[in-house]
């Protein structure tokens, strides 16, 4: 696991919030998620898992972009502090603690799906446990992967 910064570290009065993102096409939908994660607090980490660990979890066609591409797009995004590449999926207490993460948030969509033989497990439980998950609804219309795949593939005939 290493990390890159857009140039700020946390101040000790800061309010660290977490969240574990793929960034797979920094489309509307992955800024706005970021977004209402910053929202929560002062700094914000965005957990970037490798490419091996997206396809292990999510299957062969994901991720669309490599590591490398997601983590420079990430970097480009106002709302990332920091970028935390190799990030577990399974969020640790280990990490919480070194990161000393005061929320860690998850604003689901249809890109977190994965393949239903992982569909029990919970890559939230630590912070579940320690009482600093929560769970914020994306926005109605909030922009997916599937949603691009599928103009996409409405307008194949024209591309």
Do not use: W
């Not at 420079?72 to 577990?88: K, N, S, T, W």
């Not at 249809?110 to 239903?116: E, G, H, R």
């Not at 992982?118 to 446990?129: E, F």
């Amino acid at each position: 696991m290493s990390n890159f910064s857009n140039g700020r570290q946390p101040a000790p009065s800061d309010k660290i919030v977490y969240i574990g993102t793929s960034c797979d096409l920094l489309h509307p939908g992955v800024i706005n998620r970021l977004k209402i994660a910053k929202e929560q607090g002062d700094f914000l980490y965005v957990g970037l898992c490798e490419d091996e660990m997206i396809r292990y979890y999510r299957g062969s066609n994901y991720p669309l972009q490599s590591c490398h591409e997601r983590t420079l797009m990430a970097l480009a995004c106002r709302y990332a502090d920091e970028v935390i590449i190799g990030a577990p999926y399974i969020l640790t207490n280990d990490l919480i603690n070194t990161l000393n993460i005061h929320k860690v948030v998850n604003v689901p969509s249809s890109d977190d799906k994965v393949l239903n033989k992982y569909a029990d497990i919970d890559p939230y439980a630590a912070a579940k446990a320690k009482g600093i998950y929560v769970e914020i609804e994306a926005p109605e219309g909030n922009l997916t992967i599937e949603d691009i795949a599928m103009r996409v593939y409405a307008n194949k005939a024209e591309l």
